[in-house]
């Protein structure tokens, strides 16, 4: 039996005899008012009884759960620095209106009456933005005063929040890519997120299994790196129930990006106008740069589909398709670089081998 539920009686009950009550009012008054009784006192009580049956079955949870179900909403997704700095202005405010209450109101009346209210007001509101718009140096002060390390000011990329997608964690390279510094800011996990991550590591099948081991491992060791700021959040997105829609509007509320590897969820954040970083995308912009004529050392592993073709892999996974390369399988070949195609699986290259043994490569 649920909370809105009991209260849905309660109030039920209560109008119904506040309604009964009034219906006997009405009921006597009418009575007294007209010569001839029209109906007896019992009729309007039994009447306006229902109707406060109705009434407070019906519209009870609009004045009590749905109120602070909305609040709750709203205190989830505020943030605790916007909260904390919130409280510290009313209070602020709230003492010097007092200081001035005083003096204002031996003005004479009506000002005396009227200046102390609008005196709360007024420094309740000056307070409470003047702490949140510099929260930042808030936090700064009081965590020098306890010895601690100050944070960039609001606004920078170094207080940025990035949401992490289930897919970026399980890839893996997300901690070298934190490691680097590349990433500035805090890296938000919900706990739907991590329901996800746990639900896969804990499938049937082995190879999801494997995979969400390997992401709680990763996640394990971004938590141990004091580098990397990883922050597990109990924040939700209520009425959705897919993982992805609620990182698109939970991105949206906070105003930050998803870093995911997800094809689909980057394609709808995109539609939504919400920034997306990819990983994919991050590892094919900080591949070398080759231009036709160039040469490299790649090993050639295996024929191509083509007559003579041979295929090898740059250490960064690029495809090199070796023209007249299958006589050099297994070898360490020198090659000249005589196309670069760029596909949607990634970059191709495609190269002639040659007499270059008295050349060097530079690494």
Known sequence: MSVEFILRLIGMIVFTIVGVFWGIEIGGSIQLSQSKDIFPTEVYAVSIGLVGALFGIILTPFFTTRPMQALKKLFTHIDAKILFASLAGLTVGLIVAALVAFPVSMLPSPFGDVLPFVGVILFSYIGIMAFVLRQQDLFNVITGMFGGTTRAPAGSTDERVILLDTSVIIDGRILDVAHTGFIPGALLIPRFVLNELQYIADSSDGLRRQRGRRGMEVLSSMQKDSAIVVRLSDIDVDGVREVDDKLVILARQLKCPILTNDYNLNRVAELQGVRVLNINELANAVKSVLLPGELLSVRVIQEGKEQNQGVGYLDDGTMVVVENGREHINQE???????????????????????????????
């Open 333 to 363: 070949t020198i090659v000249t670089v005589t196309k670069v195609l760029q596909t949607a699986a990634g970059r191709m290259i495609f190269a002639r081998p040659g007499d270059y043994s008295d050349l060097k490569i530079e690494e």
